[in-house]
């Protein structure tokens, strides 16, 4: 699990509203979702923010980060699955591929009871942090006194590293 979900496991409470679930997934595994949920709908964000249907096997483009799925036409989204870069064990980041973290590092609060893991929540924030919304504001705000000092060093270089200075939630996390 991904998104204001992980922040919100990361800070232990519940803290705002969420329209849908985000999920990331490794590029390389994101046939498993389509067989994880046959009967559902599956659309593809083509860039530039153009939605098609995504066909059953089909493997998208590395253009392609978000897919959208509902259980049917009329239904709400539901999910939000977020491809991500791999090398080997190693995660790397569809921003800049010079921002790694070995897989087994990307998981921080426990899984759920059915063994769901979520994403760490400085990796979580630095996705967040290209363009800051409101509700990004918040999670920030509502993870950062949870965050270690070795989170927030690592989010501190990331976000210096891709976004350059100054990036406005860098200096509150060496306050």
Do not use: N
């Not at 803290?15 to 997934?25: E, K, N, Q, Y």
């Amino acid at each position: 699990m991904a998104g204001g979900i992980a922040i919100e496991r990361a800070v232990g409470r519940r803290f705002r509203d969420h329209a849908d679930l985000d999920v990331l997934l490794l590029r390389r595994d994101q046939l498993v979702v389509q067989r994880a949920l046959p009967d559902w709908e599956w659309w593809a964000a083509d860039p530039p923010g153009r939605l098609r249907p995504w066909r059953p096997g089909e493997v998208l483009p590395a253009a392609v980060h978000d897919i959208w799925c509902r259980p049917g036409p009329r239904a709400p989204w539901r999910l939000q699955v977020m491809l991500d870069e791999s090398r080997g064990e190693e995660w790397t980041s569809r921003r800049d591929p010079g921002v790694r973290r070995p897989l087994d590092a990307l998981t921080g609060a426990p899984p759920s009871a059915d063994g769901i893991p979520f994403l760490t929540p400085e990796v979580q924030l630095y996705y967040k942090a290209q363009a800051p919304r409101p509700k990004d504001e918040t999670d920030f705000r509502a993870v950062l006194p949870v965050l270690t000092a070795p989170q927030r060093r690592w989010l501190a270089a990331a976000l210096t590293r891709t976004y350059g200075l100054p990036h406005p939630w860098a200096a509150r996390l060496t306050e």
